[in-house]
């Protein structure tokens, strides 16, 4: 790199220095097509030299006895008499020259196919599929800022609606006339109060993060963006003027008649300066720059409010449970972090120990590797940085009121019937995923509902399957072997099984993924993964391949359809198992089986043997998906 740093001296002009980067480029195409076209005069040269020889050559066979020794010599002459004449061993020794020099444009047509022309054209596409990888992920960090900065307009828009139906409600209270209905417009005013206070914390939220995030995305992404095209132009300079060099070098070898001019090419060359040349472009591209102002709170026109975090007791259960929720992303994403973090500064000890002395191996092998790991280190750490506002703002909001710490394990549900809310006590109804209930204590809520809900899950001493119609304990028989203990991550469940079940996003990955931690999940480009977890504001989601899970950037998902349910694409696990006793059905939830009957077990976080407490998940040779006791089977 030179005196001058492209991050540094050029804030905010990544498209300015791709453009610097195609000129290279098409320079680089340029001279590849130069040597092209000299490969094929020369090969056309070569051919006519070649012809014009074997003319000459069939020419002398004829002429040669007679300036040798006549036309018509009394004693015969042989070849060897022939070869002993001087002016015709010249004439051979020019032919024979001529074919050389013929050959010898052959072979400098060869070299300078493979030894220029070939490595220009490789270099070129290198150095595009890099520089295509740099500007993609430059409108990944775009798109991901754009994201948050949406979110904090949604929020802000979110906030103002609700404080107009505030000032509704409120006026509907004052023109209730009796009691009865004073009483319910005083409830609605207190409810709305707090979704809009709590709509007015999420906006507060956001405008911190967004101002991080903007903070970050300027002072730090883009600089290093920058600075990383700054370094790969570079490269690509000096690899330029290295075969370029080379190519001088095989037609000084071939030409000696032009070997001054061609070392005044090649010592201009040699003079090439990629930092003086940058510092060139820099100078001419100058323009004033000062990052954004930050965000402030903007009151509502209709409703007057402070920039203050609202504490009131229900606005400040929804902070609790954001503040857990944050930290224990925090506690996932910070190993993660610190792993690649150790990876980047080895990666780039390794870059510059290989850069500083090619004996040790092509930097050229590992500077891909080096660019990938800075991309998904600012991706970590703008999902750190998410993460620590979220948790800063909150925690200087509620001090050391904290709430309870037993948070509930709610996951995504749908509902065939009306189900109450646990915690605005209105239905539940529907299949597209209205709702969430508690793996641990069965509580059921809408999922606008999930952040309100107090921290207090009261764990079940002793948890039981419930059926429809009738509450049944599934116990084996006495004959039957003791049920093995439960997958460590499988939770039991008690609640109604015609209530709910599982639902699952189905997304299609956009672009193929390599996990570099124990947290992460390998996906291909064009695969269909179920989201299991959303994202988050991290910037990443936990997806299921239908055998394991893992997180993997959210922008690498794209949302399509819903899959119900964790067979719902009717593959199976693959695993079989073989019923040892029969066992009648007792809910629409289980399946029946008889003595020696095969079923197949479901895939999925909680499909076949993850189901818990003791049941499995299969599917009958009539298609029939239900759970069933596990010591009722035995792997087939």
């Known amino acids: 790199?030179?005196?001058?740093?492209?991050?540094?001296?050029?804030?905010?002009?990544?498209?300015?220095?791709?453009?610097?980067?195609?000129?290279?480029?098409?320079?680089?195409?340029?001279?590849?097509?130069?040597?092209?076209?000299?490969?094929?005069?020369?090969?056309?040269?070569?051919?006519?030299?070649?012809?014009?020889?074997?003319?000459?050559?069939?020419?002398?066979?004829?002429?040669?006895a007679a300036f040798v020794v006549g036309d018509e010599p009394t004693k015969p002459a042989t070849e060897a008499t022939l070869a002993q004449n001087t002016f015709n061993a010249a004439f051979n020794e020019i032919i024979s020259s001529m074919s050389g020099v013929a050959q010898d444009h052959v072979n400098l047509a060869d070299a300078l196919t493979t030894q220029v022309v070939d490595v220009l054209k490789a270099v070129e596409?290198?150095?595009?599929?890099?520089?295509?990888?740099?500007?993609?992920?430059?409108?990944?960090?775009?798109?991901?800022?754009?994201?948050?900065?949406?979110?904090?307009?949604?929020?802000?828009?979110?906030?103002?609606?609700e404080c107009t139906e505030v000032e509704s409600i409120h006026q509907k209270q004052v023109r209730a006339n009796d009691d009865r209905h004073a009483d319910r417009a005083a409830r609605q005013v207190e409810q709305q109060r707090a979704d809009m206070l709590n709509s007015k914390n999420v906006y507060l939220i956001s405008t911190a993060i967004a101002n991080r995030v903007k903070t970050k995305f300027y002072n730090d992404d883009l600089p290093a963006l920058e600075d990383q095209f700054q370094i790969l132009l570079g490269r690509l300079t000096k690899r330029f003027c290295q075969i370029l060099g080379h190519a001088q070098a095989i037609e000084i070898g071939h030409l000696e008649v032009v070997k001054g001019r061609l070392a005044n090419v090649e010592k201009a060359l040699?003079?090439?300066?990629?930092?003086?040349?940058?510092?060139?472009?820099?100078?001419h591209n100058l323009r004033p720059f000062a990052i954004p102002a930050d965000w402030m709170f903007e009151p509502c026109a209709v409703h007057y409010d402070t920039d203050a975090i609202s504490v009131e007791p229900a606005p400040k259960v929804f902070l609790q449970n954001k503040l857990n929720r944050a930290r224990?992303?925090?506690?996932?994403?910070?190993?993660v972090l610190e792993a690649k973090r150790r990876d980047q500064d080895q990666l780039l000890a390794l870059f510059t120990a290989y850069d500083v002395d090619h004996s040790l191996g092509n930097s050229d092998d590992i500077s891909e590797n080096y660019l990938d790991t800075n991309h998904q280190v600012m991706a970590y750490t703008t999902s750190d940085l998410v993460l620590n506002t979220e948790i800063t703002v909150i925690s200087e909001a509620i001090g050391g009121d904290e709430?309870?710490?037993?948070?509930?394990?709610?996951?995504?549900?749908?509902?065939?019937?009306?189900?109450?809310?646990?915690?605005?006590?209105?239905?539940?109804?529907?299949?597209?995923?209205?709702?969430?209930?508690?793996?641990?204590c069965g509580l059921s809520v809408h999922t606008k509902c999930e952040l309100k809900v107090?921290?207090?899950?009261?764990?079940?001493?002793?948890?039981?399957?419930?059926?429809?119609?009738?509450?049944?304990?599934?116990?084996?028989?006495?004959?039957?072997?003791?049920?093995?203990?439960?997958?460590?991550?499988?939770?039991?469940?008690?609640?109604?099984?015609?209530?709910?079940?599982?639902?699952?996003?189905?997304?299609?990955?956009?672009?193929?993924?390599?996990?570099?931690?124990?947290?992460?999940?390998?996906?291909?480009?064009?695969?269909?993964?179920?989201?299991?977890?959303?994202?988050?504001?991290?910037?990443?989601?936990?997806?299921?391949?239908?055998?394991?899970?893992?997180?993997?950037?959210?922008?690498?998902?794209?949302?399509?359809?819903?899959?119900?349910?964790?067979t719902a694409s009717g593959e199976g696990s693959g695993e079989y198992v073989r019923?040892?006793?029969?066992?009648?059905?007792?809910?629409?939830?289980?399946?029946?089986?008889?003595e020696g009957e095969l079923l197949e077990l479901t895939t999925g976080p909680e499909g076949g043997k993850n189901y818990g407490d003791g049941w499995w998940e299969g599917v009958n040779s009539a298609g029939n998906k239900g759970i069933f006791p596990s010591n009722y089977v035995q792997m087939a």
């Open 270 to 283: 040699g003079e090439v300066d990629p930092a003086k040349d940058q510092d060139i472009f820099i100078e």
């Open 454 to 566: 107090p921290a207090d899950c009261q764990h079940p001493s002793m948890h039981s399957h419930k059926s429809t119609g009738s509450t049944v304990s599934k116990i084996a028989p006495q004959t039957a072997s003791v049920a093995p203990t439960p997958s460590a991550f499988a939770q039991s469940v008690a609640q109604d099984s015609e209530a709910y079940e599982e639902t699952y996003q189905s997304g299609r990955v956009l672009f193929d993924f390599a996990p570099t931690s124990e947290f992460e999940l390998a996906v291909s480009e064009g695969a269909t993964v179920h989201v299991i977890e959303p994202d988050d504001g991290s910037g990443w989601v936990k997806v299921s391949d239908g055998r394991n899970t893992g997180l993997v950037p959210a922008s690498y998902i794209d949302y399509s359809e819903t899959v119900v349910g964790p």
């Open 403 to 440: 709430g309870d710490q037993h948070p509930h394990s709610f996951k995504s549900s749908s509902f065939s019937i009306p189900t109450q809310c646990g915690y605005c006590k209105s239905s539940i109804w529907g299949l597209a995923k209205q709702g969430k209930t508690c793996r641990t």
């Open 328 to 335: 224990m992303k925090l506690k996932e994403l910070t190993p």
């Open 1 to 64: 790199m030179g005196s001058q740093s492209f991050g540094q001296a050029l804030p905010d002009q990544v498209e300015c220095i791709s453009s610097l980067f195609d000129g290279h480029l098409h320079l680089l195409l340029e001279v590849r097509e130069i040597y092209r076209d000299r490969v094929a005069a020369e090969r056309e040269y070569a051919a006519k030299l070649q012809a014009l020889t074997k003319r000459a050559t069939e020419k002398r066979a004829k002429l040669v």
């Open 125 to 161: 596409r290198k150095n595009e599929e890099l520089k295509k990888k740099e500007t993609n992920f430059f409108q990944r960090l775009l798109t991901e800022r754009d994201r948050l900065y949406a979110d904090r307009l949604k929020a802000k828009q979110k906030y103002d609606d």
């Open 579 to 594: 019923a040892i006793y029969t066992y009648a059905a007792q809910g629409s939830d289980e399946i029946g089986l008889s």
